[in-house]
């Protein structure tokens, strides 16, 4: 039998030639697949932070433009999931690490105040705490018990697993469960959006987003201010905190650096939350 050397060498070249594009176009693909790990990250949880986050992570990448940082919510339970499976590199809390979290590196970034908000047109300005504790529960149902309208008070909250919510519990509500007839709302911004639309609501949102279509409630006659938060008088505090599932190095390292920076801490303020030094964690003003 006679073999035609010149057909052997065009399919071998042929072979090779395909050997080739199938590794050019795998590398390809695989530089693809890895340029947004080099240079981007994803940052994931507390919904509350969330809004914040957006504005650190867009004022970071107007400094370095190579680098990208994606802002996501799904609240402070997800997120801590999120950093302890790899799913993002960042992961935000606006509630203490439950002891079985506390196997991520944390970094407490600022701190919040967790406000009572009514309607501008309630009269109430002012509440006790177990005032609050009581409507949320569902035992004071009307306004006209603690010098408001003679109407039923329409409770809004945060849903479960929420860092919101979950910081409301510990530090207002204790044992007691927040009715069932509660409205549930999935962020801080939509339970600020009904209590705006409702003369005879009542929610809790962050300090830095309360605005003019809402009324801060005084708490056993403080304000949710800076100030009192600062002087530890104000009680509703929580911290904002920044997780990740190893020392943190690369861009992961140069974000929260940059946040715990003067230049972010600054932003953080003008944001309307506290920095992180100005408060220091278990510590009083009298210590």
Excluded at 108 to 136: C, M, Q, T, Y
Excluded at 150 to 171: C, D, N
Aim: charged letters at 20%.
């Amino acid at each position: 039998m006679i073999i035609n050397d010149s057909k052997l060498k065009k399919k071998a070249q042929f072979f090779l030639f395909g050997i080739s594009f199938v590794v050019y176009f795998s590398i390809l693909c695989l530089s693809c697949y890895l340029k947004p790990a080099q240079k981007g990250i994803t940052i994931a949880g507390s919904t509350s932070i969330q809004p914040f986050a957006d504005q650190w992570a867009e004022v970071f990448m107007s400094r370095f433009p190579e680098k990208v940082v994606n802002v996501q919510g799904g609240g402070s339970s997800a997120g801590v999931q999120a950093a302890i499976t790899g799913a993002s590199q960042i992961g935000m809390s606006s509630r203490e690490l439950k002891p079985e979290e506390k196997v991520l590196t944390e970094f407490i970034v600022a701190w919040d105040g967790l406000v009572i908000i009514v309607h501008p047109s309630n009269p109430v300005d002012n509440l006790s705490l177990e005032e609050v504790r009581k409507i949320f529960a569902g035992e004071i149902i009307s306004w006209k018990e603690v010098g408001g309208f003679a109407k039923t008070i329409h409770v809004v909250t945060r849903e479960e697993g929420s860092g919101t919510r979950v910081a409301f519990q510990e530090m207002v509500m204790g044992q007691r469960r927040i009715t069932k007839k509660a409205i549930v709302q999935d962020s801080n911004g939509t339970v600020r959006e009904v209590v705006a639309n409702d003369p005879y609501a009542i929610g809790y949102i962050s300090l830095g987003l309360v605005e003019g279509r809402v009324k801060a409630i005084r708490l056993d006659g403080l304000e949710p201010s800076v100030e009192n938060i600062v002087e530890k008088k104000y009680r509703l505090v929580r911290p904002f905190i920044l997780v990740t599932n190893s020392v943190p190095h690369g861009i992961v390292q140069d974000f929260i650096q940059f946040i715990l920076s003067e230049e972010g801490q600054n932003l953080i303020q003008k944001q309307g939350l506290i920095p992180a030094r100005l408060v220091k964690k278990g510590q009083s003003k009298e210590e």
